[in-house]
């Protein structure tokens, strides 16, 4: 008897000593769950503060970027593009985070790199005649896998004296023009390249619509140069315009004699396609064009009695419209490359006329052509 009550006792204390010791649990969880409230809310006020921070353009400190930033400078986030641009000093990479939509000109005062990729598209809805970028400062602005759609305008001016802008990697399309050179008077050692670059024209054909069938009819340009001398401009390394009336045109101010001077002007179309109602409209003079390796197909798909063309054109004022201008002393070069037409038969108008797209023509002045390699025109 004496054993089993103290075994009962014995068995009677061990759920006490439990008890008080689940206590002490349950006062211990009650401390660490107050405490880590406690860290949770000074973490919480950190993470408002860093992203208040980021929010207005402030140093990431390593914290995830807030939401609302799409670009980024170095360490500092920014809300809009925009900001990131003008905030961006000489040399500096501004990074483009997330897909963005844009209503006024961006305005490139200074050489940076824009760092783009396929997820982080830029959609510019200013009105017609308006552009996404304006380059005004003569530095190195380079634009590296930038994607992007100008909705009812232009792509890019250059607003300097001498601008340096490269295109790596990218893809544009544009209602209107691609990239003009739109400079108060000359624009002398000027270099504009695309690399690896593809600007379409979606005037007449929708993004996902048959470039080798359908272009622009019209004074819609790739890439306008006016006024510009001793500079080059090159397009390589699988490069294309595609869908315009001019994709390259050529021109400026009457020098005297109906002359435009584009001395020491090199324009080289090197492992590229381009395909428009003419690939090079040139009204200028004493400038160098080579087409090496590339592909030129000029589409004319105009009933109009006067909209005939050719793949590659050297004008003269065949229309009286322009007081006589006329392209004189240029030199081209055409290796390894085809020039061809989409419509050989060309277009009957209304009134039993044909509309025809040629493949060279030089209308007026001298121009020394020289084939080498392998060209085929048919």
Partial sequence: MPCFMALSMTLTAVPNVAMAEEKQLQETEKTSIVENEALETESLEALVGESSTMLNGGAANGVVPYDANVAKVGDNYYTTLEDAIDNA?????????SSVEVANTLNIDTGIVLQGSEDAYITFTGASRKTLFDVTTNEQVTLKNVYGEAVNGRIMVLNASSPHVTFENCEFYAKERGISFT??????NASLILDGTKIFCTQNVPKDGDFSKEAAIGDVRGISVFDVKNSEIILRNNS???????SINVAGT?????????SGLVITIEDSLIRGWTSLNVWGSFAK???IDSYILGINNSTGEWDSFSAITFNGDI?????GMHAYNNELYIKDSTITNYQKEGTLTTSGKIVLEELLRIDNGITKLTFGGGCKLY
């Avoid at 294309?240 to 001019?246: D, I, K, M």
């Avoid at 009457?254 to 584009?262: E, R």
């Avoid at 229309?319 to 007081?323: R, S, V």
């Fill in 240 to 246: 294309e315009l595609s869908g315009f009336g001019y």
């Fill in 319 to 323: 229309y009286d419209q322009f007081d």
């Fill in 254 to 262: 009457n020098g005297g004699s109906a002359i435009v001077d584009n």
């Fill in 183 to 188: 400079q108060n008077g000359i624009a002398k």
């Fill in 289 to 291: 064009y080579n087409i």
């Fill in 89 to 97: 000093s000489s040399g500096d990479t501004v990074e483009l985070l």
